[in-house]
C-alpha cells in the first residue's frame, strides 16, 4: 500500500505565496520522478511541475518564472514553492509519484488565490 499525503494549500490574496508539501510512504520501491497537477474549474487536469531523481525539472508555462519544485529524496517528499500567485492559479493540486510500481496520486489539495 501507498500513501501519499498532501499539505499546504489554502486561501491567499493575489500576489502571495504558499508551499505545498507531498510525503510518500508504503511499498513504494524506486520513486522515478515526482510531480504536481492541476484542475481548475471546468478544466482539465494539467502538469504544474515535475522533478526526476537526478534533479531534472520540467514546468508549465503559465508558472515558470514564479514556481518552484524540489524534493527530498531520504524523506520521498516533494514540495512545490508558488509566488507571485494569480487568481488563474485557482485549482486543486495534486501530488503524484512514478515509481518502479507504478503512478501513484495524492487525495489533492485546494489553492485559492483571491481577494
Known amino acids: 500500500q501507498v500513501q501519499l499525503v498532501e499539505s499546504g494549500g489554502g486561501l491567499v490574496q493575489p500576489g502571495g505565496s504558499l508551499r505545498l508539501s507531498c510525503a510518500a510512504s508504503g511499498s513504494i520501491y524506486t520513486i522515478i520522478v515526482m510531480g504536481w497537477y492541476r484542475q481548475g474549474p471546468g478544466k482539465q487536469r494539467e502538469l504544474v511541475a515535475s522533478?526526476?531523481?537526478?534533479?531534472?525539472?520540467n514546468y508549465a508555462d503559465s508558472v515558470k518564472g514564479r514556481f518552484t519544485i524540489s524534493r527530498d529524496n531520504a524523506k520521498n517528499t516533494v514540495y512545490l514553492q508558488m509566488n507571485s500567485l494569480k487568481p488563474e492559479d485557482t485549482a486543486v493540486y495534486y501530488c503524484k509519484v512514478d515509481s518502479t510500481r507504478g503512478p501513484y496520486w495524492g487525495q489533492g489539495t485546494q489553492v485559492t488565490v483571491s481577494s
Open positions: 522533478i526526476s531523481s537526478g534533479g531534472r525539472t
